[in-house]
């Protein structure tokens, strides 16, 4: 068998083997993406709702029962953790699965809930690789698959469609722009 049929081989079998792993960092990766460049974060769901504490309060006023009238007035009760003041005009309510503030003087109540994100959640826990031990394995061994199956495709196509024509000038190009980028950022 020549290597041209090895190349394939190992292309082809690679690719199916790490298919999904290239799907979980694809999605995981765009979407840290924009997490950092949109402040959204695909990890959990977080929605805030406002209610108003019929007078204002003041720290030294507050209370077991005051925290027990801002849960009845929420629906948390049953999610009471503690809590503490940030301030002397702030008081935070944590709860499970998220939090209220109060803004004292004010007698404004946030209450803010946050899940997770389905799919995307369990998508950048590995990709973060937060399992550690047999993951990091796993995680390594797909990185080095991606650089053979990097290797193994440029030489795929023969000809004026392969490494020596548009292949080989598309592989520059792909080349380039991440040095153009570093360039730009971290360079001038």
């Known amino acids: 068998m020549n290597w041209r049929k090895w190349n394939r081989w190992l292309h082809r079998e690679l690719g199916y083997l790490f298919f999904g792993m290239t799907i979980i960092y694809g999605l995981s990766g765009i979407a840290l993406n924009h997490y950092v ?60 699965g998220g939090h209220i503030n109060v803004n004292l003087p004010m007698g404004e109540i946030t209450v803010t809930k946050v899940r997770n994100r389905a799919i995307f959640s369990e998508l950048n826990y590995l990709h973060y690789n937060k399992p550690k031990k ?47 980028f570093l360039t730009i950022y971290l360079w001038l």
């Open 37 to 96: 460049a949109r402040h959204w974060n695909p990890g959990v769901v977080s929605r805030s709702e406002s209610i108003s504490y019929p007078s204002a309060l003041h720290r030294a006023s507050v209370d077991r029962i005051t925290i027990e009238e801002i849960l009845e007035m929420t629906g948390e009760r049953k999610n009471y953790k503690q809590y503490y003041f940030p301030s002397d005009d702030y008081l935070m309510i944590y709860l499970k």
């Open 134 to 180: 047999l993951w990091t394995w796993f995680s390594d061994l797909f990185a080095l698959a991606l650089i053979l199956m990097a290797i193994s495709g440029i030489f795929l196509v023969r000809g004026k469609k392969g490494i020596t024509g548009r292949g080989g000038l598309l592989t520059v190009i792909g080349i380039l722009i991440p040095l153009v």
